[in-house]
């Protein structure tokens, strides 16, 4: 890797070109990726990729005058200390006010690299140019961070209720179920264990058994369902991970109890911390799938207490 003291004019302007088509580049990605849901923030994401290409053009123009036809191969990884960014394929995830961000940081740290380039060009026409640059991506860098502030109030409206949808389906949803199946389906055999042997350190080990193998089951059921394509449903390998873990911890919620050695006592409050769960459930479905409250605990709160009688009932028998 070269220090970028000991760049060349000639592969400075090298470099400045080849990270603009770059930044175009991620700049059109984002674009083509929002363009189905938040179509204001795509266009301006296409403004700014066809500003871009503007740079890059007048970049490679002075540098024909200068140099000739001849382009060196310089890129940020050649240069020790460059700027650089996330591969794109990581970028897809991000959420559209992080997407900003991401943006925002790029002109930031590209202003600096011309103003940098810019103290150590001897040629006048060159300095001006990369002073020009610079400002420019100011610009750029002020478009970013006030992009929602140049959206319209509607298609702002529009975008953040895509963005709650959208949320909604990739981590509320499987979370939501995780949560339901580990906090219901491990009461029957906790219970049971725990009415059986009236031992707290064997019951903890039954529902440590049962919300691990229900984690994972449910982890991978919810991966495989579909790949997000059609439902927009995002990675499946990440919901299969929030679902998965959601089902654990619903499942160790009211199984840690037992970690206390009086068996009445971690009863009692695993009772307590069931019907936590349940509330919280109850919320959750309230807040995010626009169900009444009071129907959805009533709803829960009967499915749990059913599953957790029959935990009991065959416990004792």
Known sequence: MKRFSDLTEQEILALAITNEEEDSRIYRSFAERMRANYAASAKMFDEMAEEEVHHRTMLYDLYRT????????V??????????????WLTEQLGIDEVRKYAANMEYETARFYRKAAEG??????????????????????????????IGPRARTAEEETARRMFVLQYVQPGLAGLMD????????LFAAAFAT????ETFLVGMAASVGAG???????ALSDDGSLTGRGSPWLRGAVCGVMTALGGLGHTLPYLIPDFWTATVLACAVVVVELAIISWIRWRFMDTPFLSAAFQIMVGGMLVFAAGILIGNS
């Open 121 to 150: 060009a001897r040629d006048a026409s060159v300095r001006e140019l990369l002073i020009q640059l610079a400002e420019a991506e100011d610009k750029h860098e002020a478009t970013a961070e006030k992009l929602e502030d140049r």
């Open 66 to 73: 200068k140099f000739g036809e001849y382009l060196p191969l």
């Open 182 to 189: 580990g906090s219901v389906s491990t009461l029957a055999p």
């Open 75 to 88: 890129r940020r990884q050649d240069v020790k200390g460059f700027v650089r960014h996330k591969p794109i």
């Open 216 to 222: 994972i089951s449910m982890g991978f059921a919810e």
């Open 198 to 201: 009236h031992q707290p350190w």
